[in-house]
């Protein structure tokens, strides 16, 4: 290969890097800074202070939705009747997502867990009277939850993967353009090392 089809092919990959580099750093820019601040807030967690706020609320089932818990199914779990769903979200403003609730002879359990906090609802079976109680342990713990992928549903984890996907290709288009600019950086690859070795010597040293 001549000197001249050499240049093109390298300015070709170059201008192939530089493409994807950016693309793919506006794609997780938001979201790696969003990931690197929670990774410092859930490594100081104690450090932290969150006092949790319960609030609860408590409604009456109608008869002809009472009766419908009451005739429901036998097993263990199951979703709620569509029709008690739409009148405990229109009443209580709690969606239950489709999930199982938890069925015994006295009453249904529903849990409804969420990032940064927690939930339930119960319903006695046989009065028709409806609890629902709600824990939110602040912003931070939310974003925390966000960051594990807890509770948040199966659109957060796959954003999550995408995000990962994004960051990946970030990482190997950086690490292509350091090897195209490296003849021209002498302290590139030492650099480079150096991020390898720090970990390995830390993990190795002070992690048992």
């Known amino acids: 290969m001549s000197a001249v089809e050499e240049q093109k092919r390298r300015v070709f990959w170059l201008r192939q890097m530089y493409q994807w580099h950016w693309i793919s750093a506006g794609i997780c820019l938001v979201a790696l800074l969003l990931f690197s601040i929670t990774g410092i807030t859930l490594n100081h967690a104690g450090l932290i202070p969150a006092t949790p706020r319960v609030s609860t609320q408590d409604a009456q089932l109608p008869a002809p939705l009472l009766a419908r818990i009451a005739r429901a199914t036998q097993t263990e779990k199951a ?14 403003g709690v969606r239950d997502g489709g999930r199982d609730a938890e069925w015994s002879d006295d009453e249904v359990y ?91 010597v830390l993990l190795i040293v002070f992690v048992h």
């Open 79 to 92: 979703p709620l009747p569509p029709a008690v769903a739409d009148w405990i979200g229109n009443t209580l």
């Open 110 to 200: 529903l849990s409804l867990p969420r990032p940064g906090g927690d939930a339930w609802l119960s319903i006695d079976r046989a009065t028709g009277t409806v609890h629902y109680e709600r824990t939110d342990r602040g912003w931070i713990s939310y974003l925390n939850d966000l960051h594990k992928g807890r509770n948040a549903g199966p659109i957060w984890s796959a954003f999550i993967d995408v995000f990962a996907a994004a960051c990946i290709l970030f990482a190997g288009t950086g690490l292509f353009l350091l090897k195209m600019h490296a003849p021209r950086r002498p302290s590139t690859w030492p650099l480079v090392a150096l991020g390898l070795v720090l970990p390995v």
